[in-house]
T-cell receptor, first 117, second 112 residues
Framework: GAVVSQHPSWVICKSGTSVKIECRSLDFQATTMFWYRQFPKQSLMLMATSNEGSKATYEQGVEKDKFLINHASLTLSTLTVTSAHPEDSSFYIC?????????????FGPGTRLTVL | RKEVEQDPGPFNVPEGATVAFNCTYS??????FFWYRQDCRKEPKLLMSVYSSGNEDGRFTAQLNRASQYISLLIRDSKLSDSATYLC?????????????FGSGTRLQVQP
């Protein structure tokens, strides 16, 4: 299957700082990537859809000025958590869709565990 | 009502047992269905897509019941390594969005 990488795998930061997370599709081009967030014992919740060369589409309740998304190329999307606070501590996972054989399959990056002190 | 619902479990079963999970979805326009496996503190990994006619992959069988709006996953001859959380995911048809909506997952614990 297709490979999606994410960096960093974990990060600890102080409250008020910004954190950038990178998501790369390694062996295919992804015009669309998705950013999810998962709190402990909860499901993945879609935060935003990242489209190459255009603005991201945010889900209701997700602050676009706090979670900045940039999808500058067909293989890279970045999520920046600005002015992070402890309540932003979570597991952030990106995914990229690959269309092959008429099937649209999403592959997930390994996730980034963010802890804000 | 949640778009996708699963029994959180945990399902505690002995090795070799057969176990089945169901997942219900509320959007009748849902088109694509998937089962993902998620290990603790890891990303979800695609286990199998679910096709209208049902499909099997080794010990795993997935089925779709559109009339009752649920999908199921059957695991035969459970192994210790099957212990994980199983997430079902659905994608609607024709909205232009390709994002998945996930259930909260069903935790399976296979015991020796």
């Amino acid at each position: 299957g297709a490979v999606v990488s994410q960096h960093p795998s974990w990060v600890i930061c102080k409250s008020g700082t910004s954190v950038k997370i990178e998501c790369r599709s390694l062996d295919f081009q992804a015009t669309t990537m998705f950013w999810y967030r998962q709190f402990p014992k909860q499901s993945l919740m879609l935060m935003a859809t990242s489209n190459e060369g255009s603005k991201a589409t945010y889900e209701q309740g997700v602050e676009k000025d706090k979670f900045l998304i940039n999808h500058a190329s067909l293989t890279l999307s970045t999520l920046t958590v600005t002015s992070a606070h402890p309540e932003d501590s979570s597991f952030y996972i990106c995914s990229a869709g690959e269309l092959a054989g008429g099937t649209d399959t999403q592959y997930f990056g390994p996730g980034t565990r963010l802890t804000v002190l | 009502r949640k778009e996708v619902e699963q029994d959180p479990g945990p399902f505690n079963v002995p090795e070799g047992a057969t176990v089945a999970f169901n997942c219900t979805y509320s959007n009748s326009a849902s088109q694509s269905f998937f089962w993902y496996r998620q290990d603790c503190r890891k990303e979800p990994k695609l286990l199998m897509s679910v096709y209208s006619s049902g499909n099997e992959d080794g010990r795993f069988t997935a089925q779709l019941n559109r009339a009752s709006q649920y999908i199921s996953l059957l695991i035969r001859d459970s192994k210790l390594s099957d212990s994980a959380t199983y997430l079902c995911a659905v994608k609607p048809l024709g909205t232009g969005r390709r994002a998945l909506t996930f259930g909260s997952g069903t935790r399976l614990q296979v015991q020796p």
